[in-house]
């Protein structure tokens, strides 16, 4: 499975900015899709995670501003991000884990960038 994520910039705080990722290879394997992010000099971290029956989780510091969302016919992955601060700059990753073995998959990542 190969990911390439896109749609990361430069936005203003209070801003908005959808991340997609498109996935590419045996999609038919990808049990769930999520997106990480990782700040300079920080660990990465979950964002959100969709399921493959479409539930969704978030982390507590993107709840009620972020949502995650899946289009299985085009095997892409979304982030709407809404109400974006200056802590939301990071890189952002998206991720799919194998429903047959333990694999996970990252993409290149994409960057967002937050002034205040």
């Known amino acids: 499975v190969q990911l390439q994520a896109s749609g990361g910039g430069l936005v203003q705080s209070g801003g908005s900015l959808r991340l997609d990722c498109a996935a590419t290879?045996?999609?038919?394997?990808?049990?769930?899709m999520a997106w990480y992010r990782q700040a300079p000099g920080k660990e990465r971290r979950l964002v959100a995670r969709?399921?493959?029956?479409?539930?969704?989780g978030y982390a507590d510091f993107v709840k009620g501003r972020f949502t995650i969302s899946r289009d299985n016919a085009k095997n892409v992955l979304y982030l709407q991000m809404n109400g974006l601060q200056p802590e939301d700059t990071a890189v952002y990753y998206c991720?799919?884990?194998?429903?047959?073995?333990?694999?996970?998959?990252y993409g290149q990542g994409t960057l967002v960038t937050v002034s205040s």
């Open positions: 969709i399921f493959s029956v479409g539930s969704t």
């Open positions: 290879g045996n999609t038919a394997d990808i049990e769930d």
């Open positions: 991720n799919a884990r194998s429903r047959s073995s333990a694999d996970s998959y």
